[in-house]
């Protein structure tokens, strides 16, 4: 395959099979907001909100088809393509603005795990100190390159799965006639609900900037759609789970249902399954956090020809001290707003404006 004008070469060395396409777009998705998205969509849709996870995730689908149809054809990432297609000044503005929609979307997730932390175990949990060993943690992992990070993303989903195979241990206790009669819900209350799943299926986006790195990319697509139809299964799951155990009322005043669920669990060595969950739930979320961190660095050294190492640490920098700074829930709360909005209309407008542009101007160089 001939190089295209602005594409990136990748060592063959820091290459990963395709296959690994499943492990990465899932462990992306899947971190803190399946512990408590439940809430936000029951509130917009009631107990029909089921379905707006499944609108969410087919809508997702298509996104990432379209992803793959735009790198395919713009020379391998997101930098590439807005080279391409901007020039040199428009298109490094552009990817700027998406390297820092990365590093907040980082912000948000390791934010909002504190936040988890603080409400359910530790509540005078020192932020600094947290998120300052957290990110070197992080750290460390990143500067073993993507193959590492991949590594990391592979590893959370075999802890991982178990763990939240654990919330279907209250189905013993359901109600299944809750979920009955089905779609009293308005169509727009399910396409707000739907809206309102953004925040949590955000993180697939990043495939935009790891693209090349597979040894076929091509072949990775499959993979791709098999780990998201992977995610949808498991938010799906989670949201019946929840449905037929609370009532509407509680849903809609339990910040963190998932936990609340776990609080169930018996084991005769565990006294308290919730805190050994979210014990464990921090190699669920450091996939997230080293893979936004790293195509967020990596994305800023492709715009700006810089060390990736020096704008990781600068990088890090911003992350603890916007972590220390937000002090209580409502502005985590707020920030969760802000990147859910952006997120969405990054993925659901600005991709597919950015499809059509391509297509049209390909066409136009075509027929000169």
């Known amino acids: 395959m001939n190089k295209l004008p602005h594409q990136h070469s990748v060592p063959t060395s820091s290459m990963v099979p395709p296959q690994m396409a499943f492990f990465l777009i899932s462990s992306m998705i899947v971190g803190v907001g399946v512990l408590g998205f439940e809430r936000y969509i029951v509130l917009d849709a009631g107990y029909d909100a089921w ?36 020039g040199k000044v428009v298109g490094n503005m552009l990817s700027f603005i998406f390297s820092i929609y990365l590093l907040i979307l980082c912000i ?30 992080a750290y460390y992992f990143i500067c073993g390159g993507f193959r590492t ?7 959370s989903m075999i802890i991982g799965l178990p763990l939240l195979l654990l919330k279907f241990y209250p189905l013993q206790y359901s109600h299944v006639q809750n979920l009955y009669p089905v779609i009293q819900a ?12 953004s925040l949590t299926y955000l993180g697939f986006e990043v495939l935009l900037i790891y693209y090349p790195f597979f040894k076929k990319p091509e ?9 998201l139809m992977f995610t949808i299964l498991v938010y799906l799951g989670t949201v019946i789970t929840s449905f037929i155990y609370y009532s509407e009322g509680q849903l809609k005043h339990l910040i963190w249902s998932t936990i609340s669920l776990w609080k169930i669990v018996e084991f005769p060595f565990i006294a308290r399954f919730e805190y050994f969950g979210i014990a ?17 660095s990596r994305t800023l ?11 990781l640490i600068a990088y890090m920098v ?16 707020w920030l969760n707003g802000i990147v859910g909005d952006t997120g969405f209309y990054f993925t659901s407008v600005y991709i597919p404006i950015l499809f059509l542009i391509q297509r049209v101007v390909n066409k136009a160089r075509n027929r000169k």
């Open 280 to 296: 464990l739930y921090v190699f669920v979320i450091l996939p997230n956090i080293c893979l936004s961190l790293w195509a967020s």
């Open 149 to 155: 990070v991949t590594g990391i993303c592979f590893i």
């Open 108 to 137: 948000t997730v390791l934010r909002t795990f504190i936040e988890l932390i603080q409400l359910w175990v530790f509540q005078q949990l020192n932020v600094w100190i947290f998120s300052t060993l957290f990110i070197l943690i």
């Open 51 to 86: 379905i707006s996870v499944l609108l969410g995730g087919l809508w997702v689908h298509g996104l990432v088809w379209i992803m793959y149809k735009l790198l395919k054809d713009g020379g391998g990432d997101l930098v590439s393509i807005h080279h391409s297609l901007f």
């Open 186 to 197: 308005s169509i727009p209350d399910i396409l707000k609900a739907t809206r309102t799943m």
């Open 301 to 311: 050294k492709l715009t700006l020809n810089l060390r990736q190492n020096r704008i």
């Open 219 to 227: 072949e990775s697509q499959r993979w791709a759609h098999y780990g």
């Open 318 to 333: 911003m992350i603890v001290v916007a972590c220390g700074l937000m002090k209580d829930r409502t502005s985590v709360e």
